[in-house]
């Protein structure tokens, strides 16, 4: 409540679930609340602009599985599927070491593109200078 930064961003995340329900709950329906679990999966697992990653594989470091890619088997899990125990586990081990690296390019893509916006509002900006009485 005293932070303000804090609070504009889960105004911002508010915004955006609810963004979200629209799309996901039609307008007549009066039982969102049995759909809400939808829409943060789908947040998730949607790819961010500003870090070039979804936040689902930064805090796993894979690539969620979708349902859909259990109905219908997608390369990525026939693979999986193929692979021993133990191959999995190895697997995973590596995935997981270089989750800080990834963790890394995410950080420097964000601040990139965090350049990129102020470059830009800032070329819109137009310096003006006062005097006292104006």
């Known amino acids: 409540m005293y932070y303000a930064s804090a609070n504009e961003l889960a105004e911002t995340f508010n915004k955006t679930l609810y963004n979200l329900l629209k799309k996901v709950v039609p307008k007549s329906n009066r039982y969102w609340h049995e759909r809400i679990e939808e829409a943060p999966w789908a947040y998730r697992t949607t790819y961010r602009t500003p870090t070039q990653m979804t936040l689902y594989s930064l805090v796993y470091g894979v690539e ?3 349902p859909l890619e259990r109905q219908i088997p997608s390369f990525r899990l ?9 191959e999995n586990a190895q697997l995973r081990l590596e995935e997981l070491e270089a ?3 990834k963790r890394l390019e995410a950080q420097q893509s964000l601040e990139c593109y965090q350049t ?7 070329k819109m900006v137009r310096l003006r200078s006062f005097q006292v009485g104006d």
């Open 116 to 122: 990129r916006l102020s470059r830009s509002f800032n």
């Open 99 to 101: 989750l800080d690296e």
């Open 64 to 66: 969620s599985v979708l």
């Open 78 to 86: 026939a693979i999986q599927e193929g692979l021993t125990d133990e």
